[in-house]
């Protein structure tokens, strides 16, 4: 009996210790001025997932012969995105264009620069037979998708999620799976 009273007051006594060290070492305080008011981490496929909905939502982005089916978004490091929509191109056939963005802050909301051309991959038709300038009409559809969409979803629920409160961007990142937006409060 006397082992385990001793067995006990010694655990109740070394958890109580360790508690008092972990408050000491992890102090509650505010935030040291000049830092970042609100970080939020986006995972993939959530931004997926309202892309979706959006596309779903409203009539598909057209542009010339070319209609949005759906867009699939993955992230790069360095703040880039790939993004990967599948178009309609006048009712003959799909493609799915692979682009690569970087990600900037402009004018405290998020921006988004297409870097080089769409790649097409294994399109099996012949870009010069087609009565129109394919590769141009994808990059405006990109461009157009890419600020309508998924800037225009991410920017509105950014500037509308916190209440009363009106943040801008600051900074923006990749890791991982997830983008990284750091707001500040105006």
Do not use: C
Not at 21 to 26: E, P
Not at 72 to 81: D, E, F, K, R
Request: zero cysteines; a negative charge; hydrophobic letters at 50%.
């Amino acid at each position: 009996m006397g082992g385990f009273l001793i067995g006990w007051g010694t655990g109740v006594v070394t958890l109580l210790a360790l508690a008092a060290v972990a408050v000491h070492l992890a102090p509650i305080g505010s935030p040291v001025a000049g830092e970042t008011d609100v970080r939020l981490a986006i995972n993939i496929r959530y931004l997926n997932d309202v892309v979706q909905r959006r596309l779903a939502a409203n009539p598909p982005v057209a542009v010339a012969e070319i209609k949005t089916r759906s867009l699939q978004l993955g992230l790069l490091p360095q703040a880039g995105m790939v993004l990967t929509p599948t178009f309609d191109v006048a009712g003959l056939f799909a493609i799915s264009p692979s682009v690569t963005n970087q990600l900037a802050v402009q004018d405290g909301k998020l921006a988004m620069t297409m870097i080089g051309d769409p790649r097409l991959g294994d399109l099996q038709v012949p870009l010069d037979v087609l009565p129109f300038d394919l590769a141009g009409e994808v990059r405006q559809a990109v461009d157009k998708i890419t600020n309508d969409v998924l800037l225009a979803e991410l920017n509105t629920n950014l500037k509308a999620g916190f209440g009363n409160d009106a943040f801008t961007v600051v900074e923006v990142q990749t890791e991982g799976n997830y983008l990284l937006v750091k707001l500040e409060r105006k």
